[in-house]
């Protein structure tokens, strides 16, 4: 059973910088796609970014040139380093996955692409 979960939350000020980490354990396809979403109370699910198992990666806009995604395969884990931090950032950050057939958007991804999900961890950016 694939099993994603997320750390590396925390409140910081604006301007600042955070590491998130999806620890993912119980799959066996080695062709996939892993992405972060974030969802702020009283707003949808957003995309945020994305990368697959051939490394290519895409962000959306809103966070290119801030936000790095990475991946460190020997560890099972995916990464989201998030620079420049703002208070619209400010959200529940979560970690999706999808294995053997995906779609990749250059635009960045869909929440209804991924069957995986973490439980989340919370990033706070204060003004």
């Known amino acids: 059973q694939v099993r994603l979960v997320e750390s590396g939350g925390g409140s910081v000020q604006a301007g600042g910088s955070l590491r998130l980490s999806c620890s993912a354990s119980?799959?066996?396809?080695?062709?996939?796609?892993m992405a972060w979403f974030r969802q702020a109370p009283g707003k949808e699910r957003e995309g945020v970014a994305q990368?697959?198992?051939?490394?290519?990666?895409s962000y959306v806009d809103s966070v290119k040139g801030r936000f790095t995604i990475s991946q460190d395969n020997a560890k099972d884990t995916l990464y989201l380093i998030m620079n420049s931090l703002k208070p619209e950032d400010t959200a529940m950050y979560y970690c999706?996955?999808?294995?053997?057939?995906?779609?990749?958007?250059?635009?960045?991804?869909?929440?209804?692409?991924?069957?995986?999900w973490g439980q989340g961890t919370q990033v706070t950016v204060s003004s």
């Open positions: 119980g799959y066996t396809d080695n062709n996939y796609l």
């Open positions: 990368i697959d198992s051939d490394g290519s990666t």
């Open positions: 999706a996955a999808e294995f053997g057939d995906y779609v990749f958007r250059a635009s960045g991804p869909q929440p209804g692409d991924f069957d995986y």
